[in-house]
């Protein structure tokens, strides 16, 4: 059986991403909440996936936050820093993809076409299309994109477990 490819992806309009700043006067929480997620999206962006198998699209609403990629900082001199303009967009979809996969999943009719293990895959080899048409050259792409689904599958495992 072919494994699944990525053949392209469409963003529509171009996301506008900004860092969220704190403020004199932010609450507690608020700032806490900044610190965590510093990225936010100023405008809502249609995301289309189109693959070899399928052909989907989701939507990620402005106001979207995230934390940009999770890189252990012991190797962003190897890889760089979680918040490095060529991993950004690619961590806002695959965030989002991961927090809204039942939503996802459902909008798009996945439940009976896509196990959890074959859509948390689909997350990973899309995050690496993304970074590879950022710039990433393909071998970085490919052990970040392996290292995203091995941490998903391994330390992730309460949010993948199938639903009865």
């Not at 900082?73 to 190897?78: A, E, I, N, S």
Request: net charge positive.
């Amino acid at each position: 059986m072919k494994k699944e490819t990525i053949e392209q992806i469409f963003f529509s309009p171009c996301p506008e991403v900004s860092v969220r700043v704190i403020e004199f006067g932010d609450s507690s929480a608020l700032i806490e909440r900044k610190k965590k997620f510093p990225f936010i999206l100023e405008n809502s962006v249609s995301v289309v996936v189109q693959t070899s198998e399928r052909s989907f699209d989701f939507v990620i609403h402005n106001g979207y936050c995230w934390n940009g990629a999770d890189i252990p900082r012991f190797l962003w001199r190897l890889i760089g820093a979680r918040t490095d303009n060529d991993f950004l967009l690619a961590s806002m979809v695959h965030d989002f993809m991961l927090e809204f996969k039942h939503k996802i999943m459902a909008e798009n009719f996945f439940k009976s076409s896509l196990t959890m293990n074959e859509y948390r895959r689909l997350t990973s080899l899309i995050f690496r299309e993304i970074i590879k048409n950022n710039g990433t050259n393909t071998i970085k792409a490919n052990i970040m994109s392996f290292a995203v689904d091995v941490f998903q599958k391994y330390f992730n495992k309460k949010g993948w477990k199938e639903e009865k």
